[in-house]
């Protein structure tokens, strides 16, 4: 698939993904959304990739929510459908095997948010800001926002930026738990490649075993959470990357991961 919305870089195993709409501040029209399932698709199943970076084009937005001027047209059936496919594709994104780095760039704000809470880190320029504007709209978050924001923050402040529609800046993103670290516009993206960087030099049967049981805690008691630890830890004890490892670490040199 050609993609009119979406820039698709790859440089030393990690994909970068730009919604690339900067005259709509990258708003999430039906075709990027079919486009973002797409190239999603295509990284999860490219063995070369190891880390993917989710960013938006400019230094004003992330992204500024699902297109307003498509929303607007949507009848109850439809509003459904929507819903379900955005869900759909950020769900892809929160399960995706290899991790998700969201470098939010700018106004992050209804689906924009939505798909940072989706991405498994999110890391955020100084001039970020974070909200879930849709009731000023007549309508309430529907690509997961109302969960995800809920899970990650506390159901009280999820409730405040949901219901007064607020936007918080990135260091109370960061103060809150939203985003992990906040860097200097300047310095996102290349803090976001660094990063990706330092995951992809690991083994990645660990880093995906790893991510799998972090994943899980949204889903299951902390039983079987341990459950599932153990089962991936004996998995991990079975890789070539383990022997080589725990080698490489008493015979006091680098390992030479070989993600197998
Ligand atoms: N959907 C469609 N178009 C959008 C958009 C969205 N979510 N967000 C921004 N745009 C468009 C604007 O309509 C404008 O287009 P135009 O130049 O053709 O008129 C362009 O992007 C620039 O936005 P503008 O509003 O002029 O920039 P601003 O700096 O004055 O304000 C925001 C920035 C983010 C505060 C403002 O654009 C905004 O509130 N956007 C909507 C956010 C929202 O409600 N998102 C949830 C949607 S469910």
Do not use: W
Not at 102 to 120: D, I, K, P, Q, R
Not at 152 to 158: D, E, H, Q, T
Not at 210 to 218: F, G, R, V
């Amino acid at each position: 698939m050609d993609y009119k919305n979406l820039l698709l870089d790859v440089n030393q195993n990690i994909g970068l993904i730009t919604i690339n709409r900067p005259d709509k501040l990258n708003a999430l029209n039906h075709e990027t959304v079919v486009e973002l399932k797409d190239v999603l698709e295509k990284l999860e199943s490219d063995e070369n990739i190891f880390v993917v970076i989710i960013t938006g084009s400019g230094e004003k937005a992330f992204v500024a929510g699902a297109d307003i001027s498509e929303i607007n047209k949507l009848n109850m059936l439809e509003g459904k459908k929507f819903a379900e496919f955005g869900q759909s594709v950020f769900s892809i994104i929160e399960k995706f095997e290899k991790p998700v780095i969201a470098a939010v760039n700018g106004f992050a704000l209804g689906g924009g948010c939505e798909l940072a809470l989706s991405c498994h880190i999110r890391l955020a320029s100084e001039n970020a800001k974070f909200g879930q504007p849709e009731v000023n709209l007549g309508i309430i978050p529907g690509y997961g926002g109302t969960q995800r924001l809920t899970r990650l923050i506390n159901s009280g402040r999820a409730a405040e930026m949901i219901l007064t529609a607020d936007m918080i800046d990135a260091n109370e993103a960061f103060r809150i738990g939203l985003v992990n670290k906040v860097y200097p516009q300047s310095e996102l993206q290349s803090s976001a490649f660094d990063m990706a960087v330092k995951i992809a030099s690991k083994g990645q049967q660990a880093i995906r075993l790893a991510l799998k049981a972090i994943k899980a805690n949204d889903e299951v008691s902390l039983q079987e959470g341990q459950n599932l630890e153990a089962t991936l830890f004996a998995l991990c004890c079975g890789t070539e990357d383990f022997k080589e490892g725990t080698k490489a670490f008493l015979e006091k040199r680098k390992p030479v991961f070989v993600n197998k």
